[in-house]
């Protein structure tokens, strides 16, 4: 079973409209979670990483937020532009050792 | 600077046929790593390359796949005998240091293997 499951797995909204996708995860020992945004074609793009101790963090239009006692994420995304179509990754880390959990992804299309 | 770049960008080969897949890293990065995305899957790990240290080929799905880096630098990943199965992008990250740490992993864009 996947440790880290995202939700949902698609997503379509206007443009200029807010939308929040979800990450809950397993993982344990706890270290570290990650949110990756991929455009068609290329690698992931690191948004942000929050650790532990860490609740919300923000990347300009793009705000993460961690319940680490819960061990659910979201990722908030204001005013959608077009670029912002893209997936959407959640990566969760254990404290020990090097390997990343990836989440499968949302797909998110912003239409005009 | 320059990012992770990977080679070629696109690759179709015949089932049975040899392929070799190239992994230029940023450079002074001492981690690299090879991933593998299936469609409407999530990133497979598939080997893991620290320093002089011998490799972590845990993730690697059979014999079939190998991987070498040389120098510290350049990797290749090479997959013999190549299934329909093997269909896949293929990613290469690097990162200064092990992701022990929390030092971020840098992706290349990618190779789309597609055997026929």
């Known amino acids: 079973k996947n440790q880290v499951e995202q939700s949902p797995q698609s997503l379509i909204i206007l443009e200029g409209k807010n939308c929040t996708l979800q990450?809950?995860?397993?993982?344990?020992?706890?270290?570290?979670l990650r949110w990756y945004k991929q455009d068609t074609g290329r690698g992931p793009v690191s948004l942000t990483i929050m650790t532990f101790s860490e609740n919300t963090k923000s990347n300009g239009r793009y705000t993460a937020t961690l319940d680490a006692d819960t061990k659910q994420s979201s990722l908030h995304i204001t005013a959608s532009q077009l670029s912002d179509s893209a997936s959407y990754i959640c990566?969760?880390?254990?404290?020990?050792?090097?390997?990343?959990?990836f989440g499968k992804g949302t797909s998110l299309l912003v239409t005009p | 600077g320059a990012g992770v770049s990977q080679s070629p960008s696109n690759k179709v080969t015949e089932k049975g046929k040899d392929v070799e897949l190239r992994c230029d890293p940023i450079s002074g990065h001492t981690a690299l790593y090879w991933y593998r995305q299936s469609l409407g899957q999530g990133l497979e790990f598939l080997i893991y390359f620290q320093g002089n240290s011998a490799p972590d080929k845990s993730g690697l799905p059979s014999d079939r796949f190998s991987a070498e880096r040389t120098g510290g630098s350049v990797s290749t990943l090479t997959i013999q005998r190549t299934q329909q199965e093997d269909s896949a992008v293929y990613l290469c990250?690097?990162?200064?240091?092990?992701?022990?740490?929390?030092?971020?992993?840098?992706f290349g864009p990618g190779t789309r293997l597609t055997v026929t």
């Open positions: 990250a690097s990162s200064l240091e092990g992701a022990s740490g929390s030092y971020e992993q840098y």
């Open positions: 990566v969760v880390k254990r404290r020990s050792g090097y390997a990343l959990n």
């Open positions: 990450c809950n995860y397993t993982v344990s020992p706890f270290s570290n």
